[in-house]
Structure formats: structure tokens, C-alpha cells
């Protein structure tokens, strides 16, 4: 049997698998040899992560065993990770939703692969795009001719490449927006996918686009970032950061001195040229270096500015001192009221993100019987339905609790935010979804009293997956021993934020056992509620009270009987 190559996989970009990608002559220390290369740049050098596609269909026919190492590597290009274990057959698959938008056949097309492939059920990623599970190297064709019927592709997805590129959940239809967004973001994701400029880059690239007035698409942790600006004149536009990033070594974005008006040819124009420079001047010797963070780092905010502005055709005003979002942790969460007159959008729970293809299909076609069938995803790992009536707003959440949706959760339940965790991950050292599911629950009972908002966050290891390090509460995964018996364990932090009052939390405790995790949480949450000032929120006590002063409360009555 042969299978066609969907077009959306194969754009004119990438009909040529004998050509090099352009970028590979930008580095030509990398390139020469003249400096050492790492595996990864070896194995972009002898083939362009975009032309694994060839493979991946001649692969679906000759099965997981014919599957060359380095290319398992390349399949990353589509989206498409080996699943924990590594030679167990089963590949996760991340899809692309550019700034969490998806039609009503979009949304069943996911569900369907879900339940068809992914043993029904499926992941809402930080980036606002789904993850599934469980799927065999056979079923790629399949499942990506669905994906292109409907509209959708994974091309990079991961990789060395441009990730989604994401944005405000609610743009377009937010009261308070400063402007949709939504046509620069869609322009841009455009320009990015399947371009080989840009297919091979030193590490991967993520991009957020938004005209939130809250920041929510979180710009100071994004590669490169246009976040809404009013000038003093009241024009409208975008300022620019670069630079932001997590994982072992995590850097709040910096601004560009740049203004970029509201002009779809002027924002790729920018785009164009913050890629290329990190493209040709990023680091490539060691791969824990060659994320934009630290080339961004090295040359500072002038420098990085100074470069853009040369490779631009047009003249960009200066950058004004922008007012920035107190609290932009937010999730656009609850039953909200649309600009468009009479119409609301309803949000929908999804704990740690997971969702099953059976609950996916419920909420299309809740979405369609009582709005208009649109559904978008948010960085919270959350769902909103869109355009709903008033008159159907008591309706829509009366099918959603029939369904067992949750529409209105507790605040432990709407702050939760995890990783995929040691259970289908090779890097993870810790289970997260399920020991975050648990500790909603166990906080809903054993912390009832506390009604203000918290975000906790759990990565199971260092590459920060679930954006451990922004969160009020956040957890990384580790390992401890209790009885002499290996068992999950996390590092605890406390007090991170973006905005105006950005800073990443500060570790307070080490090595906790998995299974004592609700009693720090409570401790902490008790301890701000005795010593908070009047209106004091959780992350304003975190900013003014040392870490040591909360540790040593940590410390106090220790709940586990670990040997760290």
C-alpha cells in the first residue's frame, strides 16, 4: 500500500528531499568542522529534520524494528516522541493549534485519533496544543491524512524548530483585550511551519503572540514574544521580548527597544529577523547551551536590538515604558461574558490536562448544540467553549455536569498544571498527572477553609515541561528512599510569578516523598493565612517573606519519614 504525503505536511517548502536546508551554510564553523559538534548537529547536517517525513511512511510500512536510530531522533520534526520505554513500540505524538483554536471537525478529528489509536484518551500541553499516547508507527498515515483533512499538521511540533506558536485563549472575543491578535499569530505560524530557513535551529524555538491586557500567553518565558502595547498617543502595536526560557536554567525575557506596529508584513519582518539571528548565532557546541536564552543572555537587550533593526527594511519606533500586568497567571477561567453582545464562553476543568476521547466528543458536541462548536485551549491545560447564548448558558453546564465535566472547580483544581510525568516520558524521574490529580482532591478536603487562588505546578524532571518555576506552589520531580525502598519524591518551591512582579521561586524544601506532598502544601497555605496582611495575595506574601523563614516552617513537625 501507498500512502500520500498530506500537503500540509508537505509544503512547497518541502518537496525536495536531496536539498540542504539554507540555514546549514549561516554556521559554517558548525558546518567545517572547525568546532566540535554534537550528535544532534551531526545528524542535522546529513538530513533536514523536515525530510524524515519519507521515512516515517516508508517506516509505516516496514515496521518500529526498521526504524534507523538517528531518525528517531528526526521524527521529533513531526511531533512524534518515542514513548517510555524506549523499545516498547509506542510513540507519543504532539499535534500544532496555533494559539489554541480549533474548529468543531478539528476537535473531533483529535478525539477520533484518541479513541481510535490513543486508547482513548489524550493531553492538553502548556502550549495549547494535544498529546497522545500509545500510538504505533503504522497508524501515521492514517492519522496524519485525518489531520490534513481537517486542516491540521504536526510539523514542528518538536524538534529543533518552531514549536506552536501561542496565544491569548480568549482573543477575538475577550472584553478587555487590547486587540485580536489572532491574525498576526496565524501569520506568523504560518510563515514558521515547514520553512526551511528556520527547520534547522540550534535548540527548539517557541514563539507567543497575544493582545491580552493580562499577558496571559506569558511572554518573559517565550524565545520571542509580541505582547499588546498602547503608546501615549493611544496607538495600538506590539513590544517584543526575547530571551525567556525554563528548564535547568531558567531566564525571564528581556524587551527589545522596538515598537512594531499593527502590520501583519511588519511582524514577520521581525519574526525573520530574531530567527535568523539565532539561527546563525546561537550556540551549537554544547547542546545545554544552545537554547536563545543564553545567546540573549550574552548580548544583552541593546545588542540583540541593534541586530533586528539591521536586517529590517523599515524603520521601527522606539519601544515606550510599558505598563505590564500586575498578575497575568490567570486562565481566563469561569462563565464569562464576550464582546460580542450576548454571547459568553464557558470553561471546562481538565485536571492536569487529561482528558478522555469519550469526555473530547462530549464537549464538541455540547459545543455545538449550544454555541457555535469553536473550542479553544489554554496554556492552564484547560478547555473554553466559545459563543454561547445566554439563554444556553445554564443548559451547556447542565450537560457538562451530566457529562461529569467540571465547569466550576475549586481553585486547587483550576491552578493545577503538570508535565506528562515518568509515565510515558524518558526524561521524567517522578509520576506527576496522577500525584497532582490526588493532591487536588486531598486539598479540597484537607485545606477546604482556604479560598484564595494558588497555581501548583509539577515537572517530573529538570526540563521544566510544567512551568514548575512560574508557579506559586511548584514541584520538581526527584527521587528518595524510605526504609531503605526507593520511592517518587519532589524538590518544593515557592513564590514564582511573570509580569510586572516577575521572579522564579526559590526551592524551600528538598526531597519530600510523593505521598506527603498535601501536608507541605497545607503547612504553607496555613502559615500565609495566619501571617498575610490585610488583601495580601499568595504571591505578594512569597515576594516579602524569605525562603528561610518557610522552610524552617517546613521543617517544623516533618510529615514524611524519608531518608534523603
Not at 536510530?69 to 507519543?92: A, C, H, I, T
Not at 483544581?413 to 515518568?422: D, H, P, Y
Not at 499568595?538 to 516579602?544: S, V
Request: net charge positive.
Amino acid at each position: 500500500m501507498t500512502w500520500p504525503i498530506p500537503s500540509l505536511f508537505m509544503t512547497e517548502q518541502t518537496k525536495a528531499p536531496e536539498s540542504t536546508s539554507p540555514s546549514a551554510i549561516n554556521f559554517a564553523a558548525v558546518k567545517a568542522g572547525t568546532i566540535k559538534r554534537t550528535k544532534q548537529e551531526e545528524l542535522k547536517l546529513q538530513k533536514d529534520g523536515l525530510d524524515v517525513i519519507y521515512d516515517l511512511y516508508r517506516y509505516a510500512k516496514t515496521g518500529f524494528a526498521s526504524i534507523a536510530e538517528d531518525d528517531f531522533e528526526r521524527l521529533k520534526w513531526y511531533g512524534v516522541y518515542r514513548q517510555r520505554p524506549k523499545d516498547s513500540g509506542y510513540f507519543m505524538l504532539r499535534t500544532k493549534i496555533p494559539g489554541g483554536q480549533l474548529t468543531h471537525p478539528q476537535a473531533l478529528a483529535i478525539a477520533s485519533i484518541a479513541e481510535d489509536y490513543g486508547r482513548g484518551f489524550m493531553d492538553v500541553t502548556t502550549r495549547q496544543t494535544f498529546q497522545m499516547h500509545w500510538l504505533r508507527i503504522e497508524q501515521f498515515p492514517d492519522i496524519f491524512a485525518r489531520l490534513e483533512k481537517v486542516g491540521m499538521t504536526t510539523s514542528g511540533a518538536c524538534g529543533d524548530d518552531t514549536r506552536n506558536v501561542v496565544g491569548c485563549p480568549v482573543a477575538g472575543i475577550d472584553r478587555s483585550e487590547l486587540f485580536d491578535a489572532t491574525p498576526y499569530l496565524n501569520a506568523i505560524s504560518a510563515h514558521m511551519t515547514n520553512n526551511r530557513d528556520f527547520s534547522n535551529l540550534p535548540r527548539k524555538y517557541k514563539i507567543s503572540v497575544g493582545g491580552c491586557h493580562l499577558e496571559c500567553q506569558q511572554p518573559d518565558i517565550n524565545c520571542l514574544s509580541f505582547f499588546g502595547a498602547i503608546r501615549k498617543d493611544g496607538t495600538k502595536g506590539f513590544g517584543v521580548k526575547v530571551g525567556g526560557g525554563l528548564s535547568s536554567s531558567p531566564h525571564m525575557a528581556q524587551t527589545l527597544d522596538l515598537f512594531v506596529p499593527l502590520d501583519i508584513e511588519k511582524c514577520i519582518s521581525v519574526v525573520q529577523a530574531v530567527s535568523e539571528i539565532f539561527r546563525d548565532e546561537g550556540y551549537r557546541e554544547k547542546r545545554t547551551r544552545a537554547r536563545f536564552k543564553f545567546l540573549v543572555s550574552d548580548w544583552g537587550a541593546e545588542r540583540v536590538t541593534s541586530e533586528v533593526r539591521k536586517r529590517l527594511k523599515w524603520k521601527p519606533d522606539p519601544a515606550e515604558a510599558w505598563v505590564h500586568p500586575v498578575d497575568p497567571e490567570t486562565d481566563h477561567f469561569g462563565i464569562q461574558e464576550q464582546k460580542q453582545p450576548g454571547l459568553h464562553f464557558v470553561s471546562v476543568s481538565c485536571l492536569g490536562g487529561r482528558i478522555s476521547s469519550q469526555e473530547m466528543f462530549r464537549v464538541t458536541q455540547l459545543a455545538s448544540e449550544h454555541g457555535s462548536g469553536h473550542i479553544r485551549t489554554t496554556n492552564k491545560q484547560n478547555i473554553l467553549i466559545l459563543n454561547v447564548p445566554k439563554e444556553n448558558v445554564k443548559k451547556l453546564c447542565d450537560g457538562l455536569d451530566r457529562a461529569g465535566l467540571v465547569w466550576n472547580p475549586s481553585n486547587f483544581r483550576k491552578g493545577c498544571v503538570s508535565c506528562t510525568g515518568i509515565e510515558f516520558c524518558n526524561l521524567a524521574v517522578a509520576e506527576t498527572k496522577n500525584r497532582m490529580m490526588a493532591l487536588s482532591e486531598q486539598l479540597e478536603t484537607l485545606a477546604a477553609s482556604y479560598d484564595g487562588k494558588v497555581r501548583i505546578h509539577f515537572s517530573g524532571c529538570p526540563s521544566s515541561c510544567g512551568q514548575q518555576q512560574i508557579a506559586d506552589i511548584g514541584f520538581r520531580g526527584a527521587q528518595t528512599r524510605i526504609n531503605g525502598e526507593k520511592v517518587d519524591a519532589f524538590e518544593m518551591y515557592v513564590g514564582g510569578r511573570t509580569g510586572r512582579f516577575r521572579r522564579f521561586n526559590e526551592m524551600v524544601k528538598g526531597k519530600i516523598p510523593s505521598r506527603d506532598l498535601h501536608l507541605y502544601v497545607k503547612k504553607v497555605l496555613d502559615y500565609y493565612t495566619a501571617k498575610k496582611q490585610t488583601g495580601e495575595s499568595l504571591g505578594d506574601f512569597f515576594a516579602r517573606t524569605p525562603k528561610e523563614e518557610i522552610s524552617s516552617v517546613l521543617e517544623s513537625g516533618n510529615g514524611g519519614g524519608s531518608e534523603a
